[in-house]
């Protein structure tokens, strides 16, 4: 399978202003929005630079097979096979597995590509055989040409659950086979109280420089990472720079269900909301220009407002944020 495109590589990045040496930075990261950012900052810090803690959240199990579609977009990104027009799956994808299940009744709402396969495939064996999902995210990533560090959340399981008028649908049921089209009354992570943090988590929280909280839905990409026991409380407690980029411009998500997911929680659907649902631990949150007016009252909260492009169209608007916030951390 050819690459979507080169790997763009890194021509400088920032060192510690005392030690030189590079900075340690953790970016906790959802899918499409995350990893557009994730190849700005892989244009500008070594990989080894980066830790990425995945949101495994919308994991599903479609025909028997887990699917990690966070941790899959990310490592398709960096690696360079995503299929840049969806901004998720494989490039140059067939259906043609999915056509045939039809015939057996099997459920095809959900688009698993005939290529992308191999990686569920691949990943549910390992994990049967009791591999553990941090090992198997490791290999997979490693497979794939991904040299940063790619950590899922948790090991366990914890699943976003959304409740309807007709009561709870799992992340996917609601985003792909409802088309979102379902109102929301309820927000859950189920198994998030009996999770842990996968190994490494904590510790690279704790040891970062910075973090950088991608351009992620709040709710259902960033949200089941914070609700992992322990997750939330590493950040508040680490001495790393945190830093957020708002997904919400404008009063609306750049894409996605996020300002209708942010609005049932309780939140205003606004760079606002973005930094009250951070607050107990962000310190700089990037704005879009769009929203300037908005930053007294995220001062006013204590956290230190950036006002810059945030939406990123192609690779030198990835790479212009990615220069942003890591000049905002500098
Ligand atoms: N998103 C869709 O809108 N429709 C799909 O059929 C679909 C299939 C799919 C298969 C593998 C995969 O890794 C991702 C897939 N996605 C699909 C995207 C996925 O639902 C979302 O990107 C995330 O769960 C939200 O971040």
């Given at each position: 399978l050819e690459r979507s495109g080169p790997r763009p590589r890194p021509p400088r990045f920032p060192r510690l202003a005392l030690t030189g040496r590079p900075m340690r930075i953790v970016a906790l990261a959802g899918g499409t929005g995350a990893a557009k950012l994730l190849r700005g900052l892989d244009a500008l810090v070594p990989p080894r630079t980066l830790t990425i803690v995945g949101n495994t959240g919308d994991d599903a199990l479609i025909w028997g097979l887990h699917v990690s579609p966070d941790l899959d977009t990310v490592c398709y990104t960096l690696g360079g096979w995503i299929d840049e027009d969806r901004g998720w799956g494989l490039h140059g994808e067939s259906f043609r597995t999915l056509g045939e299940m039809v015939r057996f009744g099997e459920p095809t709402w959900f688009n698993l590509g005939d290529r992308d396969l191999a990686t569920h495939l691949h990943r549910t064996r390992l994990l049967r055989e009791g591999q553990t999902l941090t090992e198997v995210t490791a290999k997979i990533a490693q497979d794939l040409d991904v040299s940063h560090a790619v950590l899922p959340m948790s090991d366990q399981s914890v699943r976003t659950c959304v409740r309807g008028p007709d009561g709870w649908l799992g992340f996917q049921e609601y985003f792909v086979r409802e088309k979102t089209q379902v109102e929301v009354l309820e927000v859950n992570y189920a198994g998030a109280n009996v999770a842990l943090p996968a190994p490494g988590v904590v510790e690279a929280i704790a040891s970062a420089h910075a973090v950088i909280v991608c351009p992620?839905?709040?709710?259902t990409s960033i949200g089941p990472i914070l609700a992992v026991p322990g997750i939330a409380r590493a950040l508040e407690a680490t001495d790393a720079v945190v830093l957020a980029v708002s997904p919400i411009v404008g009063g609306q998500a750049?894409?996605?269900?996020a300002g209708r997911l942010m609005a049932a929680c309780?939140?205003?659907?606004?760079a606002l909301g973005v930094a009250s649902a951070y607050a107990?631990?962000?310190?700089i949150l990037l704005v879009d220009n769009q929203d300037r007016a908005l930053t007294p009252s995220i001062e006013a909260a204590g956290i230190r407002t950036i006002v810059t492009e945030?939406?990123?169209?192609?690779r030198e608007g990835e790479i212009a944020l990615a220069r942003r916030a890591l000049e905002a951390l500098a």
């Amino acid at each position: 399978l050819e690459r979507s495109g080169p790997r763009p590589r890194p021509p400088r990045f920032p060192r510690l202003a005392l030690t030189g040496r590079p900075m340690r930075i953790v970016a906790l990261a959802g899918g499409t929005g995350a990893a557009k950012l994730l190849r700005g900052l892989d244009a500008l810090v070594p990989p080894r630079t980066l830790t990425i803690v995945g949101n495994t959240g919308d994991d599903a199990l479609i025909w028997g097979l887990h699917v990690s579609p966070d941790l899959d977009t990310v490592c398709y990104t960096l690696g360079g096979w995503i299929d840049e027009d969806r901004g998720w799956g494989l490039h140059g994808e067939s259906f043609r597995t999915l056509g045939e299940m039809v015939r057996f009744g099997e459920p095809t709402w959900f688009n698993l590509g005939d290529r992308d396969l191999a990686t569920h495939l691949h990943r549910t064996r390992l994990l049967r055989e009791g591999q553990t999902l941090t090992e198997v995210t490791a290999k997979i990533a490693q497979d794939l040409d991904v040299s940063h560090a790619v950590l899922p959340m948790s090991d366990q399981s914890v699943r976003t659950c959304v409740r309807g008028p007709d009561g709870w649908l799992g992340f996917q049921e609601y985003f792909v086979r409802e088309k979102t089209q379902v109102e929301v009354l309820e927000v859950n992570y189920a198994g998030a109280n009996v999770a842990l943090p996968a190994p490494g988590v904590v510790e690279a929280i704790a040891s970062a420089h910075a973090v950088i909280v991608c351009p992620s839905n709040p709710i259902t990409s960033i949200g089941p990472i914070l609700a992992v026991p322990g997750i939330a409380r590493a950040l508040e407690a680490t001495d790393a720079v945190v830093l957020a980029v708002s997904p919400i411009v404008g009063g609306q998500a750049v894409s996605g269900p996020a300002g209708r997911l942010m609005a049932a929680c309780g939140f205003e659907v606004s760079a606002l909301g973005v930094a009250s649902a951070y607050a107990p631990w962000l310190d700089i949150l990037l704005v879009d220009n769009q929203d300037r007016a908005l930053t007294p009252s995220i001062e006013a909260a204590g956290i230190r407002t950036i006002v810059t492009e945030t939406v990123m169209r192609g690779r030198e608007g990835e790479i212009a944020l990615a220069r942003r916030a890591l000049e905002a951390l500098a």
